[in-house]
């Protein structure tokens, strides 16, 4: 799409500089969050508090994030389903939930009457 100008992309050398790149605190902003897409998860992702800043994390739709990756999260949220279903397609997941973030976030920049 013609969107790709409007957004801004960071590359980081391993999964350890990514770490270190969540870790960093800039003066005057926000700690950045490491939320996780999980079937694993306990809560909906409709039960999470979004902040600015927050990362969304999706694993592989075979196998989901290894243990470690999971570990490294500060939250952990999943788009309850009924059963039989297991899951979501990964892109269709992230947009679900990255929608519902921003809508939150959206409410949260409205001036109070």
Request: charge should be neutral; include cysteine.
């Amino acid at each position: 799409m013609d969107y790709l100008n409007q957004i801004h992309l960071e590359r980081h050398i391993s999964y350890a500089a990514f770490i270190d790149y969540l870790r960093l605190e800039a003066p005057g902003q926000r700690r950045k969050r490491l939320i996780l897409l999980s079937t694993k998860a306990e809560s909906a992702y409709t039960d999470c508090a979004y902040q600015a800043g927050d990362i969304l994390l999706v694993g592989r739709e075979s196998a989901g994030v290894p243990d470690e990756v999971f570990a490294d999260c500060e939250r952990a949220v999943k788009i309850p389903m009924r059963p039989p279903a297991r899951s979501l397609n990964v892109a269709v997941a992230a947009a679900i939930v990255m929608s519902e973030a921003l809508r939150q976030l959206s409410l949260n920049d409205r001036p109070t009457p």
